[in-house]
């Protein structure tokens, strides 16, 4: 069993940057690909970015490409997700999530993580 916290949610205006973090509570980190999600209100979760179990390997929601980067610190057991240039559409409570790997893949999919972080918000005005 894997606990994830997200950290890092607050109210920020447009054009403002944000860094969320995700602790975990695995010795094993670097065996689990990584992924952030996002679900604004009223809306389904929707994928924003993931990282590999290993290497440099990341895949992100063409929504944040160029704006937002995700990284891992396997010696912290952490994961970030750096926002810079924010919009109001970005407004979403944020989660974590991770799913054990033997390969270094990737994916956008929900259904293929196992583990989730109970979210951190997000509110970026306009």
């Known amino acids: 069993q894997v606990q994830l916290q997200e950290s890092g949610g607050a109210s920020v205006q447009a054009g403002d940057s944000l860094r969320l973090s995700c602790a975990a509570s695995t010795r094993t980190f670097s065996t689990y690909g990584m992924g952030w999600f996002r679900q604004a209100p009223g809306k389904e979760r929707e994928f924003v970015a993931a990282?590999?179990?290993?290497?440099?390997?990341?895949i992100y929601a063409d929504s944040v490409k160029g704006r937002f980067t995700i990284s891992r610190d396997d010696a912290k057991n952490t994961v970030a997700l750096q926002m810079n240039s924010l919009k109001a559409e970005d407004t979403a409570v944020y989660y974590c999530?991770?799913?054990?790997?033997?390969?270094?893949?990737?994916?956008?999919?929900?259904?293929?993580?196992?583990?989730w972080g109970q979210g951190t918000r997000v509110t970026v005005s306009s």
């Open positions: 990282h590999s179990r290993s290497g440099s390997s990341t």
């Open positions: 999530a991770a799913r054990r790997r033997y390969y270094d893949d990737l994916t956008a999919s929900a259904e293929q993580y196992v583990y």
